[in-house]
C-alpha cells in the first residue's frame, strides 16, 4: 500500500497550490480519502474529507470557501486545491485512506506546504 503525496513548496500569501495523493495497492474505490495537516507545534488536524464515489465532501471551517477536495478513482488520486493561502497554512500535509466498514487506515507520508513572502 503507498500513498504518495506530491504538489508541496513554497508559495506567498495569496497564492494557490494543487496537492495530489497517488494511492496504490488497494481498491481506492472502495475508500473515503482526507486531506489532514500538521503545523510545527500543533497537533494533526483535518483539512477535508472526500466520500468513496466522491458524492459528499466536508471541510473543516478554516478551510471552507479556500480549499477544495476532489478525487479520480480511474486515476487512484486525490487531489486538494488549496486558494488564497495564508501562512496558518503552513504545515506538512497528509492524505489519509479510510475504509471504515473494515477499519483499515491508511496514511501517505506528506508534503510540506510553506506560505511565506
Known amino acids: 500500500v503507498r500513498l504518495v503525496e506530491s504538489g508541496g513548496g513554497l508559495v506567498q500569501p495569496g497564492g494557490s497550490l494543487r496537492l495530489s495523493c497517488a494511492a496504490s495497492?488497494?481498491?481506492?474505490?472502495?475508500?473515503?480519502m482526507s486531506w489532514y495537516r500538521q503545523a510545527p507545534g500543533k497537533e494533526r488536524e483535518l483539512v477535508a474529507v472526500?466520500?468513496?464515489?466522491?458524492?459528499?465532501?466536508h471541510y473543516a471551517d478554516s478551510m471552507k470557501g479556500r480549499f477544495t477536495i476532489s478525487r479520480d478513482n480511474a486515476k487512484s488520486t486525490v487531489y486538494l486545491q488549496m486558494n488564497n493561502l495564508n501562512s496558518e497554512d503552513t504545515a506538512v500535509y497528509y492524505c489519509h485512506a479510510k475504509r471504515t466498514a473494515l477499519g483499515y487506515v491508511y496514511w501517505g507520508q506528506g508534503t510540506q506546504v510553506t506560505v511565506s513572502s
Open positions: 495497492g488497494f481498491t481506492f474505490s472502495y475508500y473515503d
Open positions: 472526500i466520500s468513496s464515489a466522491g458524492g459528499d465532501t
